[in-house]
């Protein structure tokens, strides 16, 4: 899959956090970058978009992320979701695995890191 075909959920209710980690999906050339603050929505932009990678905080309010997580592979088993944690949310990471997660990076986001996580994404999919 070309980069430029990817759709991508941000999900974050930390208005800065989303910021940044568009700003940096974009630059790597992804158009379809789509938005949400809280776990309730991050559920609504996953059925109305159908993103092919979701980045998803766990601590939010509404519905934490790993809450978000199982809906959202109750409608898709097949998502491709990538939850974020913040020092001290670390614990929180096994839960998310264990819910499903395929990985999670740190914050502050690291943008080698997302990077490594799309092109690893974009380039398994060319060889289904």
Do not use: H, W
Not at 24 to 51: H, M, R
């Amino acid at each position: 899959m070309n980069i430029n075909e990817l759709k991508v959920l941000v999900c974050d209710d930390s208005l800065l956090a989303r910021k940044r980690l568009k700003d940096c999906i974009i630059s790597f050339g992804c158009t379809q970058v789509f938005e949400a603050t809280d776990g309730e929505e991050a559920i609504a932009q996953y059925n109305n978009n159908k993103p092919n990678l979701v980045f998803m905080d766990i601590v939010m309010p509404k519905k934490d992320g790993i809450e978000a997580l199982k809906s959202i592979l109750e409608i898709d088993r097949d998502a491709t979701v990538i939850m974020a944690s913040s020092v001290g949310t670390q614990s929180y990471l096994k839960d998310a695995i264990k819910a499903g997660a395929i990985d999670f990076i740190q914050k502050p986001i690291d943008n080698d890191r997302v990077k490594e996580i799309i092109n690893s994404y974009c380039s398994r999919e060319e060889e289904d």
